[in-house]
């Protein structure tokens, strides 16, 4: 085609041809022009794609019998396949995402519980000078809360400087998506939350009296 003249019969939109949103320059010519080995056929149907399988290929033979045969998919299939990878990437940073924050819903749990124990004695003059089972509550769970908040601070500061490293495995979004991470904060929140919560009831059942002997 070099030094060959084309005329300019339509002008089409954009043409993305990776998931990451990218917009490549692209021009369609007709195949009696330009054929290549390899071509895809796109039908629109309103009807389950594959139902029309056979219909399509009659019909491309019924144009040109030396048409060999041909693989019938959808767009979807052709997707998930593009996606596959990626996909099993995601779903690799979920998995360890997931036991990260159950890991760290123990060690909160754990922490608060040996917290409480140090301060038995101490919960038990509280409720002997009046202190309510809502005080207790209160004050193990500021502590809790307390201590999350500032692993919930280390924690965004680190996604907002390491976070350009996944960005080729994010679609949509970018890695400082106020959303994403508004949602993060809340479900990190609600975790510390019942994480602290459990110990903070235990603590209500303190015999104030049992309490003064603790050692």
């Not at 330009?34 to 629109?44: A, D, E, G, N, Q």
């Amino acid at each position: 085609m070099d030094g060959a003249w084309l005329t300019v019969v339509g002008i089409v939109g954009d043409v993305s041809l990776s998931r990451d949103g990218s917009v490549v320059p692209i021009f369609y010519q007709s195949i009696r022009q330009w054929s290549m080995s390899r071509m895809s056929l796109v039908v629109r149907t309103q009807r389950d794609p594959l139902d029309l399988a056979a219909v399509v290929r009659r019909a491309v033979r019924s144009v040109d019998s030396t048409v060999p045969y041909f693989d019938s998919t959808t767009v979807e299939h052709q997707f998930e396949e593009l996606d596959r990878p990626r996909r099993f990437q995601t779903e690799l940073i979920g998995t360890f995402a997931v036991v990260a924050l159950v890991l760290a819903a123990l060690g909160l749990y754990g922490l608060m519980s040996y917290w409480v124990e140090q301060r038995t004695k101490e919960i038990g003059i509280r409720e002997a000078l009046g202190a309510t089972s809502r005080n207790v509550v209160r004050l193990v769970m500021r502590a809790g809360l307390q201590w999350a908040c500032v692993g919930v601070v280390i924690g965004i500061g680190g996604a907002l400087a390491f976070g350009q490293a996944l960005s080729n495995l994010l679609f949509g979004i970018t890695a400082t998506d106020p959303v994403t991470l508004a949602i993060v904060v809340a479900v990190l929140t609600a975790v510390a939350a019942v994480a602290s919560g459990l110990p903070a009831l235990r603590a209500t059942r303190v015999n104030p009296t049992v309490a003064l002997r603790h050692e």
